[in-house]
């Protein structure tokens, strides 16, 4: 897991070419008016989707994770808590990660929870478990970026 802000990529001087380049995409190419929805940036290599969703209670949320496709999660409008574990995943309720690269579980084992405000982004590999969309105090609508990269690609 990495963390950081899209407009302080200086202080995350380790970040990978790759990701650093999908991150300075998304500052370049998507705004508000952006259609909601999947965007090419090298096929299904590298892509993001636009969304605009509503957070929910910390304990309505399921724990996510990815096997081929890493996560960089940007906030562009709201607020977000997540989630996330640095333990290895559990077995999962619902494993559709043949079809669409995502497992579903509860919970990760010893959650911890970060704030995402707008401009902040976090990054999960696959295999890192994640909660994303919980709510800081009342449930709220959040803009976000999620770009999804092939972790081959890196």
Not at 54 to 75: C, M, N, P
Not at 114 to 122: A, K, M, P, S
Request: with cysteine; hydrophobic share 40%; proline share 6%.
């Amino acid at each position: 897991m990495i963390i950081g802000n899209i407009h302080h990529l200086e202080l995350v001087p380790y970040l990978p070419t790759k990701l650093k380049q999908a991150i300075e995409y998304v500052k370049k190419n998507i705004t508000q008016d952006t259609p909601l929805g999947k965007h090419d940036i090298e096929g299904n290599n590298v892509f993001v989707l636009v969304s605009n969703d509503s957070t929910e209670a910390f304990e309505k949320r399921r724990a996510e994770y990815h096997e081929r496709y890493l996560d960089i999660q940007i906030v562009l409008k709201g607020q977000e808590g997540m989630t996330f574990s640095n333990l290895p995943a559990g077995e999962p309720t619902d494993n559709w990660l043949a079809d669409k690269d995502i497992a579903f579980l509860p919970a990760g084992e010893q959650e911890q929870q970060v704030i995402l405000q707008e401009g902040d982004f976090v990054v999960f590999y696959p295999g890192e478990v994640h909660k994303p969309l919980c709510a800081v105090g009342e449930p709220a609508h959040v803009r976000k970026a999620v770009v999804k990269m092939l972790v081959s690609q890196l």
